[in-house]
């Protein structure tokens, strides 16, 4: 697969076979920036026709060898050329990014460098995959031994949140266990996924082993979920279509993999260093406005230091500069939708009603584009909703505790188990209660901290599997047991 001269152009169109195409209905969705409201571009409205060329292409990749029996040293120079354009290429993705999102550039960069340091992660592992020989019991004389497999025709399926990350964690991992795929972007910010396409044709992915595919989740992501010639669908986004999923997949039986939500709790102990402790709090939930799945949203601090951390995290919130995220020194963009913007002022008025207080922020700022202030409230009522569901925005409470018991309890009280942050001087403590707090990532006087080679997944209805390290890539690998009689 190479570049061609239409790939400019190619913004606004699915990657299909190695080609640009328009989807087959000529439909296309609007792209948003939700700085200001206006429409940065378009992309394919894919049906299931599209979807079903596409995975038609994936198939005919996988079954001709064309990446999944090539040398493993070659898959992997492929994907290190990748990482490297990726990097060549890093401020124009950013600067789409920070468009299609609204993201502050300042993040867009950083997330766009991970991009390339996953790909360049995961081409290490190309040339270590391996299976075992095993010596069997069977009456007999046998050469037993097992080989490790590409799952088939992988459906990559991101949410909007840190698009471009998303895709490459999910290609990357892909690519790196032989699988051929289809990616569908969320139809919020799909363009910078668009780019990454460009970027794999560059680098000489051959034609049909990725394939990106436009569209709405309940149309083009609903068909490819459902389709009977896709073996294994990984999924990142909300619980509920997580749900949707299970049952689209139980058709051929998928081998299915969820990254989902989370409410993750923040447990602040009156020995912690307050100041670091504010500082790893209010960016861990106010980093991409809170559109983070491991968004630290319930913080559970010891009376002791109740109103001495609300005033840090006050002070805080309120030298955040929400806005543009082209504009110098912003580190607070909008929220992704009009939609997003109504469900969270929706659940802060109702957490008000609740009996929460405003301790800073609350409101949408008076200009366009879909801002929302940073916020922190008090404790609502017990069992309050703002409590228990995902919020997905700037906003967390602030609920003291006394009891260790007690508040190990209440930070387990969630549907929802991806992470959890303890701050606290206490060594003792703190790895008794990473033990005891049920989440699949854990800090420990700091938050956010994920690396490409730390298994990523969540407790409960967090999710299914992990994603990152050898776990990861092994959720797109099967296993074969081969016996030879000698
Ligand atoms: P979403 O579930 O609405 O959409 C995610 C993706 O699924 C989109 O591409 C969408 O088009 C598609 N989709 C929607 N309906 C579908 C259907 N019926 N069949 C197949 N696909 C369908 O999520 P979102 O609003 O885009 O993203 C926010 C959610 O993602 C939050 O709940 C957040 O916690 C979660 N998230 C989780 C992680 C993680 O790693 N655990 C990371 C980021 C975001």
């Known amino acids: 697969m190479t570049s061609t001269s239409e790939s400019p152009a190619s913004l606004g169109r699915n990657l299909i076979e190695g080609r640009w195409q328009a989807a087959a209905s000529g439909e296309t969705i609007a792209c948003f920036n939700p700085s200001s409201g206006s429409q940065i571009g378009s992309a394919p409205a894919s049906s299931a026709a599209d979807v079903d060329r596409a995975v038609s292409a994936a198939r005919r990749s996988f079954e001709s060898g064309a990446w999944t029996a090539r040398a493993p040293n070659w898959r992997a120079q492929i994907l290190q050329k990748v990482a490297a354009l990726i990097d060549q290429q890093a401020d124009e993705i950013a600067q789409l990014e920070t468009r299609d999102n609204g993201m502050p550039i300042t993040l867009a960069r950083a997330l766009v460098a991970t991009g390339a340091e996953t790909f360049r992660y995961f081409s290490g592992w190309c040339t270590k995959i391996r299976g075992e020989t095993v010596q069997i019991s069977a009456p007999g004389d046998f050469h037993a031994y097992t080989l490790r497999e590409p799952a088939g025709v992988a459906a990559l399926i991101t949410p909007w949140n840190v698009p471009f990350t998303m895709a490459c964690n999910k290609i990357a991992t892909a690519l790196t266990a032989g699988c051929s795929a289809i990616l569908k972007p969320a139809e919020e910010t799909p363009l910078s996924a668009l780019m990454l396409g460009d970027i794999l044709m560059q680098a000489g992915v051959p034609e049909g082993v990725i394939n990106i595919v436009c569209g709405r989740g309940n149309v083009a992501g609903a068909a490819l979920a459902a389709h009977p010639d896709v073996d294994k669908i990984s999924f990142t986004g909300s619980t509920d279509v997580g749900r949707k999923i299970v049952v689209a997949a139980a058709g051929n039986l998928k081998r299915v993999s969820l990254e989902l939500g989370g409410k993750s709790p923040v447990l602040v102990f009156p020995d912690a260093d307050l100041d670091q402790a504010a500082a790893g709090i209010a960016r861990g939930i106010f980093s991409n406005s809170g559109q983070a799945c491991i968004a630290g949203s319930r913080i559970f601090v010891h009376q002791k230091i109740h109103d001495e951390l609300a005033a840090r995290l006050a002070v ?117 209660l990473a033990r005891r707090v049920k989440a699949g990532n854990i800090w420990l006087n700091c938050q956010l901290v994920v690396d490409r080679s730390m298994a990523f997944g969540g407790y409960k209805q967090s999710g299914w599997g992990r994603e990152n390290g050898l776990e990861g890539l092994e959720a797109f690998l099967q296993t074969k047991s081969v016996y030879a009689a000698l």
């Open 316 to 432: 805080i919130a309120r030298q955040m500069k929400v806005g543009d995220g082209f504009e110098a020194g912003v580190n607070l963009g909008p929220l992704i939708s009009q939609r997003q913007l109504d469900r969270v002022s929706g659940l802060v008025a109702e957490g008000v009603r609740d009996g929460s207080q405003v301790i800073v922020g609350g409101n949408r700022p008076d200009r366009p584009g879909y801002f929302f202030e940073p916020t922190i409230l008090t404790a609502p009522r017990p069992g309050a909703r703002i409590l228990r569901e995902e919020i997905f925005g700037p906003v967390a409470n602030l609920i003291p505790f006394t009891d260790i018991d007690d508040v190990v309890r209440q930070a387990n009280d969630t549907q929802y188990g991806l992470a959890a942050a303890i701050w606290t001087r206490d060594i003792g403590i703190a790895h008794r």
